[in-house]
């Protein structure tokens, strides 16, 4: 079951107008900018240690070796010349 939270703030007038303007500019509802700056400050700010894509030991030396020679042929089709 999909929930949703609200978040509710207060903001300064001039802050307020700042938002609201450059949200109409882009072609966004007021809602759908605060929803895009929140991602953005999350994804710059946020802690990816939980996400083994992010995992610092995923750089170590592969348990088994891997042999690249042949990418091409499985990518494109053809032999490396």
């Not at 610092?56 to 089709?77: C, F, H, I, Q």
Request: hydrophobic share 40%; glycine share 4%; net charge positive.
């Amino acid at each position: 079951m999909l929930t949703k939270k609200v978040v509710q703030t207060e903001v300064d007038p001039m802050l307020y107008e700042f938002v609201l303007k450059t949200a109409k500019s882009k072609g966004l509802t007021l809602k759908e900018a605060v929803r895009e700056a929140l991602r953005a400050w999350a994804a710059q700010e946020g802690d990816l240690s939980w996400d083994p894509l992010f995992d610092p030991a995923w750089g170590e030396k592969a348990r088994k070796p891997t042999d690249a020679s042949k990418v091409n042929e499985v990518l494109y089709g053809r032999k490396k010349r």
